[in-house]
């Protein structure tokens, strides 16, 4: 069993801890956070230990999971770094959220004894339906990996993904995209003439449950695209209009703004 300290205690640390509290996992979680009020919340809600002095927080730490915003890293491993003399004994399993900062960089920040990876947990792995995706510094250790893939693995499905081409996965697979789609075509919808509450379970009919039979269904999706859109019928001149509205084009620019932004922070 090991003890498993976050630094940061924001919206990604909660959906953590709520799946790992849905798991009944059995490594020793603490929560750091210059906030004493956010710390007594989620002491409260999940039952984690938490550590308000940053030093004493990363002592108790076998992983430490870094999650704070990108801008705010830098900092943070300064800060820890004043203290690097007294951890030089200590090998200590590092974890990065932070979208866009490089493994090179949190290396340079604060290298050795470290041993850093960068993971990004979906929100949704507070249901335990997650998708993590982990990436891993030259040397990492084997036993560290099985460590960290067995702890993502609590709330969700896990992938290993080349750092090259982690923040491209990182921009696709956010569930942003799904809420985002629902709230569209919720107004869209309403804009034409449905009720509120009629136009958002419709909506979320047309994508929730779309998605889940494809994926329990395990049938392609060319496939689903063919069933659903009869040739001459309302969903394919749906779609049509779609894509020549630019809807295509719309999503290959929503995703390079994000690599852009990742690429941002990855200088910061």
Excluded at 172 to 182: E, L
Aim: proline share 3%.
């Amino acid at each position: 069993m090991s003890t498993v300290v976050f630094l940061g205690g924001g919206r990604i640390t909660s959906a953590m801890l709520a799946g790992l509290h849905l798991s009944n996992t059995r490594h020793r979680l603490v929560v750091h956070d210059r906030n004493p009020d956010k710390l007594r919340k989620l002491k409260k809600k999940y039952n984690v230990a938490v550590e308000l002095d940053l030093d004493r927080a990363v002592e108790r730490a076998d992983v430490l999971i870094v999650a704070v915003r990108p801008a705010s890293v830098g900092g943070l491993l300064g800060a820890i770094g004043k203290q690097k003399g007294q951890l030089r004994r200590r090998r200590i399993l590092a974890v990065s959220l932070a979208a866009g900062v490089p493994l090179r960089l949190l290396t340079k920040l604060l290298g050795r004894p470290w041993q850093w990876a960068r993971a990004m947990p979906s929100p949704l792995c507070r249901s335990g339906r997650g998708l993590t995706a982990v990436t891993y510094s030259r040397g990492f250790p084997a036993a560290g990996r099985k460590l960290l893939s067995d702890l993502f693995a609590t709330f969700g499905q896990v992938v290993e993904i080349r750092e090259s081409k982690f923040d491209l996965f990182t921009v696709t697979f956010s569930p942003s995209h799904g809420y985002h789609a629902v709230a569209s075509l919720a107004r869209a919808a309403q804009a034409a003439g449905l009720d509120r509450k009629t136009a958002f379970l419709t909506s979320a009919h047309a994508l929730a449950d779309g998605i889940i039979a494809w994926r329990e269904e395990r049938l392609s999706l060319e496939l689903l695209l063919e069933e659903a859109a009869t040739p001459g019928g309302t969903a394919a001149a749906t779609m049509a209009a779609l894509d020549a509205a630019g809807y295509q084009q719309a999503v290959r620019k929503g995703l390079a703004a994000g690599l852009r932004r990742a690429r941002a922070n990855a200088g910061q």
